[in-house]
C-alpha cells in the first residue's frame, strides 16, 4: 500500500515486505529521499516541495523492482482571490498582494513585466522597479494555475504645484510637488541641475547656474525627468 494523498513537501507511507535492501524510491519521475524502519516493512518518503500531479511509487532494491498499485496525489492548491494593499505609489517601491496558496508562487507579472517577490505566509511581497511606469493588476502563477487580482496599481506620475519663483545666481531653488521621489533629472532654461529630493517625495532641492553663467540670471520654465508637467518660474 502508499499513502493515497498528501501535500508538496510532506511524507508518504510505502507499506509491504523485504523492503531492507531498498536504494531508490521514484514518484512522478523523480527520485525521493527515504528511510527505511527496523522491521523491513514501511518506507517514509519524502514529497517534493514543489511537487504537483499523481503517480505509483516505485520501490528498488538489490532483490528486484516493484511498483505499487495505488498512486500518491498531491492535494492541488490553487491560488484564491488576490488583494493589492494600495492603489497606486511611487517606483521603486513593494507592494503586497494578500491572498490563499501562494506559497508555491512561481511567477508575478505587472503591466508586461516578470517581478521579483518573495513569499511572507499569506503575502507575496512584489518589487516594483525604479524604471516602472502605468498602470495594471497583478497576474500570478503557481503549479496548480493562474489568478489575477481584481485590483490594480499605478506608479504615480509626478506633479509639479510650485515653484521659486526669483533667487540668485547659484542658489538653490524648491520645487513643491508630488510624486517626485523617483526624479531622474530636473531642467531649467536648458541646463540639466543637481539636485536632491526630501524623504517625503513632495519637494526638490535644485541648485541653479553660478554666477557669471551665460543664462544665469535668465527667466525660464521648470521640468522635472519622466515626462512630468512643465510650469513656468514666475
Not at 27 to 53: C, Q
Not at 81 to 94: I, Q
Not at 131 to 139: E, K, L, N, V
Amino acid at each position: 500500500a502508499v499513502t493515497a494523498t498528501g501535500n508538496a513537501g510532506s511524507t508518504m507511507t510505502i507499506t509491504g515486505t523485504h523492503l531492507g535492501s531498498t536504494t531508490s524510491v521514484v514518484w512522478n519521475g523523480r527520485s525521493l529521499s527515504f528511510t527505511v524502519d527496523d522491521t523491513a516493512t514501511h518506507i517514509t518518503a519524502r514529497v517534493p516541495a514543489d511537487a504537483t500531479g499523481h503517480d505509483t511509487v516505485t520501490v528498488v532494491a538489490t532483490a528486484g523492482t516493484v511498483t505499487s498499485a495505488g498512486e500518491f496525489t498531491v492535494n492541488a492548491y490553487p491560488l484564491g482571490t488576490l488583494s493589492v494593499d494600495r492603489p497606486s505609489d511611487d517606483a521603486p517601491t513593494t507592494v503586497i498582494l494578500s491572498g490563499t496558496n501562494v506559497a508555491l508562487a512561481t511567477s508575478v507579472i505587472w503591466n508586461g513585466m516578470s517581478l521579483s517577490f518573495v513569499v511572507d505566509g499569506s503575502d507575496i511581497v512584489v518589487t516594483i522597479p525604479s524604471y516602472a511606469t502605468g498602470s495594471d493588476s497583478f497576474t500570478v502563477t503557481n503549479p496548480w494555475g493562474v489568478a489575477t487580482t481584481s485590483d490594480t496599481f499605478a506608479v504615480a506620475p509626478p506633479t509639479i504645484s510650485a515653484v521659486t519663483a526669483t533667487g540668485n545666481a547659484g542658489s538653490t531653488m524648491t520645487i513643491t510637488g508630488t510624486h517626485l521621489g523617483s526624479t531622474t533629472s530636473v531642467v531649467w532654461n536648458g541646463r540639466s541641475l543637481s539636485f536632491t529630493v526630501d524623504g517625503t517625495a513632495t519637494h526638490i532641492t535644485a541648485r541653479g547656474p553660478a554666477p557669471g553663467s551665460p543664462r544665469a540670471s535668465a527667466s525660464a520654465r521648470c521640468s522635472v525627468g519622466r515626462s512630468c508637467a512643465v510650469v513656468t518660474s514666475g
